[in-house]
Structure formats: C-alpha cells, structure tokens
C-alpha cells in the first residue's frame, strides 16, 4: 500500500447546515467501509470579532434556520436565541474550543462539537462567548482551568489557521463538505445530501474502485 484514503469532514461546529446534516453524517460514518480513515477539520466559518452581528444578517440567519426545518425533517431550532442572546458574527472561539477538547482528551472532539450545536441551537446559549465555552467544557467532565488557558493560547488558534488551510487546499469552501482523498493529495468532493445517506456511500464505494491498486488500502 502506497496511501491511505480518507474521508474528510469539513465543517464549523456554529454552522447551522452542519447541525441539519449530524444525524446522516452519523449513518454514514458508521456504514463506511473500514479501510477508509474519517476525520474531521475544522473550516472557520467567520473571524474573531466582539462587535454585533448587523440586523440584516440576523434576519438572514433567522430565515435559514427556518429554511434547514422545512428541508430536514427532525431538525430543530430554539429560536429563542435570537431574543436572550447578544449574536456576533464570530466562530472561531467555537473552532478553539473543539481543539481545546481534542488536545486534552481526543474522544472529547466530537462531543465538544455536539455540545456547542446543542448549547447554540437548542439551549439559546451563545457559543461565541468564552465563558459559555468553559461552562460546556465542565459539563464534558474537562478541567475548565486547563480549558480556559488553552483557548488564550497561540498554539491552539494556530492549528486552526493550519485546518483552515488545509480545507482551502481541497478547495471545500462551503460548510458541510466531504472530501474523499486518496494516499497522492488527491482530493474530490463527495455532493452533500442532508437527508440520505446512502447516495454519499455509493460515491464513495465507486470512487474506492476506481482507485489504481497500488494506492486502495
């Protein structure tokens, strides 16, 4: 074997189609074949900022989290956020803090992304703000201390600068993606669909054979 194939999941933990697309990402992931890797990187939906998010793009996200209820079915949102919460246009803190969780216990990557998609858009937290960040990390059963002194580091927002990189690489520019890559940095884009799983593992199994042998796991 001359590579590895992997599947590479691009997505920001405050990007409201990633919340629509978690349960078929789920039944994807757990139909892969076992020969290919899944891992996840982080895109950086939106920069650092503490000023408000403008009313007009409020009212934008209003209207797609309205659209994502009528296109997937079961997916919800507390719209209350929108009230008790002060939004700004900022998912890095997010981003820093799932590589917080993963360097101080690598099974807490995924779970830190559920908590912030729960606390955002279920629990009308803002995840925008350090201190509902440590207050999810406690919840995770993680040192909220130790916690805390990671998201302020420069090491953990400089990995994030290399992941979003990386996904600018492979050209996925749109949140969620899926980036099948074989063992030569190749890369191609398996098309999204948030209600099926099946369609995606079809690409994949096909994109699999078409592989030269020297390089298939």
């Given amino acids: 074997m001359s590579g590895s194939v992997d599947l ?15 349960p078929t990402l789920e039944r994807l992931c757990s139909q892969l074949p076992q020969t290919i890797r899944f891992r996840r990187l982080l895109g950086g939906l939106a920069a650092d900022t503490d000023e408000p998010m403008p009313q007009a793009m409020q009212a934008q996200l209003k209207s797609t989290w309205q659209t994502i209820e009528q296109r997937i079915p079961g997916t919800r949102f507390n719209h209350d956020f929108w009230e008790f919460c002060h939004p ?28 912030i998609q729960q606390a955002y ?16 990390a406690g919840e995770l059963g993680l040192d909220q201390e130790r916690f805390a002194f990671l998201l302020s580091r420069d090491f953990v927002d400089e990995q994030l600068q290399t992941e979003i ?21 190749n890369y191609r884009t398996i098309p999204v669909d948030y209600a099926h799983a099946q369609p995606m593992l079809d690409t994949i199994k096909t994109l699999i054979a078409e592989l030269p042998i020297n390089s298939a796991p």
């Fill in 121 to 136: 858009y279920l629990r009308a937290r803002n995840p925008s703000d350090t201190e509902t960040l440590v207050q999810l």
């Fill in 165 to 185: 990189g990386e996904a600018r690489a492979m050209q996925a520019a749109s949140f969620p993606s899926l980036v099948f890559k074989n063992g030569f940095d």
């Fill in 8 to 22: 590479v999941y691009v997505h920001d933990p405050m990007c409201s189609w990633c919340w629509g697309f978690r």
């Fill in 88 to 115: 700004r246009r900022s998912t890095y803190p997010a981003c820093r803090a799932v590589i917080a969780a993963r360097l101080m216990s690598p099974d807490k990557e995924d779970d830190m992304v559920l908590a």
